[in-house]
């Protein structure tokens, strides 16, 4: 069983950028499609990217295209979120989740691993 752990979040201005990462433990990277939702108080956990077992395929919601990047690296069993030009809307908790397949990846269900979080606040 696969343990997440997610770094890097904190406070950030609008236009600016952070990098999230998610380290894994107890399993294989490579072996999961992995996947960032995030949670804004009062809202439900929503999709923001997932990236393939490779990395050669990437998602993205339209909220964040153009301007975040997933990437993961499977030597290190870590996977990335590079977030640019940050918007106040941005602020959640950000979440990553391996899953073992790769279908219906937009759908938290999809998942069977989850992180314990990281907080973004981009403040207006």
């Known amino acids: 069983q696969v343990q997440l752990v997610e770094s890097g979040g904190g406070l950030a201005q609008a236009g600016g950028s952070l990098r999230l990462s998610c380290a894994a433990s107890?399993?294989?990277?490579?072996?999961?499609?992995m996947g960032w939702f995030r949670q804004a108080p009062g809202k439900e956990r929503g999709f923001v990217s997932a990236?393939?077992?490779?990395?050669?395929?990437?998602y993205y919601a339209d909220s964040v295209k153009g301007r975040f990047i997933i990437s993961r690296d499977n030597a290190k069993n870590t996977v990335y979120l590079q977030m640019n030009s940050l918007k106040p809307e941005d602020t959640a908790v950000y979440y990553c989740a391996a899953s073992r397949h790769g279908f219906a990846v937009q759908v938290p269900q999809s998942y069977s691993y989850w992180g314990q979080g990281t907080q973004v606040t981009v403040p207006s």
């Open positions: 990236i393939s077992w490779s990395g050669s395929s990437t």
């Open positions: 107890g399993g294989t990277l490579s072996s999961y499609y």
